[in-house]
């Protein structure tokens, strides 16, 4: 009896585990194949190093010459892309196959984002129209008007969705600060906008106690963008003044990074596992904001041992009668 009981409670407290532990997984991501690599690689021969060779037919020699760091481009990055199917030539002029490129090229206009994605069912989870509207009341948008683009944050040539699809909520913590840090930490690409130098990020944020933790546990759009609850990433980046500072508004029972950080997690948990509670931010220990994960995951176990022990009781008593 007492037998059968331990090891229904072995079996238990297993299965509860592998509840716990498999809302942690990833998801397995899907074997991809590059259409367009062989095309691709004549481009990346020059474009993919530092270096690139061609010959020349004035003095008949093999040339070998270096390539300008700001046109190579990470064909490993590239290839994890969204855009990863494409030829360089869907975006680019067919006449880039020919070396020396034509001067003229580089005054061809680019495709924006709308010209593909606007208006396609497709997409439509990603709200493209709305992102634009809130870009273009975006701080960026409104004191840089055209110049300041979509490209600017979203790299034609690596950009690729995180915090949809990414449970690993560091990585997407670090690639969407690295985002705006692109800039707002080199001063070589923010002056290409603007002629002030460039703010310390690290001396405007000292009111920030323990700001190296903050910066690896929140994203700058946390407390920089308007939150917008229909949207996955709000796009209004607002003015400074704006910007949240009071330390309760994530240090607290109704945390902001619930409508932000852990949106998509929260949404995620709650489809797999049918509810959602302390799970959501039981990865995440935040003063204020959660109980003890250990003291949740315990009163869990006690709350299924319990359980188990009436419906063993039940079964033994039914059978005995
Ligand atoms: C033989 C080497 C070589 C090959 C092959 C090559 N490029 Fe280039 N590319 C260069 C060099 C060098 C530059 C910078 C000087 C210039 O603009 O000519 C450049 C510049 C560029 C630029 C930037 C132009 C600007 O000024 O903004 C683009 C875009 C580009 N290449 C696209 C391509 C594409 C797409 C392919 C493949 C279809 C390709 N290149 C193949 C060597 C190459
Ligand atoms: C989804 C569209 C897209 C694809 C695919 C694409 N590019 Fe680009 N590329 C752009 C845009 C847009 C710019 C201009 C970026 C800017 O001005 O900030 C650009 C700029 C460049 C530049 C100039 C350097 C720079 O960053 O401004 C080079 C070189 C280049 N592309 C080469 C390539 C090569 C080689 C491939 C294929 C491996 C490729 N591109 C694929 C959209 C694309
Ligand atoms: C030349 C047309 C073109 C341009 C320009 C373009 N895209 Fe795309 N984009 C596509 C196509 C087509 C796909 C689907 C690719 C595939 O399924 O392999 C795609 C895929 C995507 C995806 C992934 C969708 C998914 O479900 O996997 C995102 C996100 C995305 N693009 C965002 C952008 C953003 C942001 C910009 C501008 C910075 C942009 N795209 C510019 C054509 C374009
Ligand atoms: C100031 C920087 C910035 C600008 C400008 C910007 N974005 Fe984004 N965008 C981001 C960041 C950060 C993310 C989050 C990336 C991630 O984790 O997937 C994002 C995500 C997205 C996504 C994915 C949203 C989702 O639900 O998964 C799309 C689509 C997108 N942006 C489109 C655009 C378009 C279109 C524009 C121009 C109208 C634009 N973005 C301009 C920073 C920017
Ligand atoms: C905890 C909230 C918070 C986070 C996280 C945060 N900021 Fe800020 N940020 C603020 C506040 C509040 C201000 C206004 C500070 C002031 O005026 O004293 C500010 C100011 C700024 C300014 C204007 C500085 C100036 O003096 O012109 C920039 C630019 C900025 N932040 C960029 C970033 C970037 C980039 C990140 C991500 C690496 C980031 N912020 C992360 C709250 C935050
Ligand atoms: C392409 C470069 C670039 C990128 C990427 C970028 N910014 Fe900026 N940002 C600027 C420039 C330039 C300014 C200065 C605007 C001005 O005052 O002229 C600025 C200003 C700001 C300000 C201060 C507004 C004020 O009131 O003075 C904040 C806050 C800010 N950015 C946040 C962000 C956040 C958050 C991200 C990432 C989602 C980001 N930025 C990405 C270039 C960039
Ligand atoms: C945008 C949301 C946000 C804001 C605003 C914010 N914090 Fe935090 N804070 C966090 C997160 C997330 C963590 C990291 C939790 C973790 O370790 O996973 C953290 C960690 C901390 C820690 C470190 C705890 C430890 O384990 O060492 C302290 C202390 C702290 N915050 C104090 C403050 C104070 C004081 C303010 C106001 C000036 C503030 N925070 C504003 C989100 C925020």
Known sequence: MTGFIAKSTIIGVMSLWMIVSATASNPEEDEIVFENAGFNHKCFNCHGQKTYHYFNQSTEKEVKDRMNPYFVIDSVAFYQSNHRNFMCTDCHSSDYENFPHNGELRMEPQFTCM???GGDPTFAQYQFERIEEEFQQSVHSTKHSNDFTCWMCH???????NARNNLNINEVIIYDNNICLSCHADINKYQLLSDQTNPNVLVTHDWLPNQALHFSKVRCIECHTEIDKEMLIAHKVQVKEKAVKRCVECHSQNSLLMATLYKFQTVEKR???????????SDHYII??????????ASLIIFGLTLLGITIHAIIRIMSK
């Open 155 to 161: 790299n034609p040539h690596t950009y690729k969705i």
């Open 271 to 281: 489809n797999k596992l049918g509810f959602f509670n302390a799970a959501i931010l």
């Open 288 to 297: 204020g904001a959660n109980r003890n994960y250990y003291l949740n995951v």
């Open 115 to 117: 010209d593909c994605h």
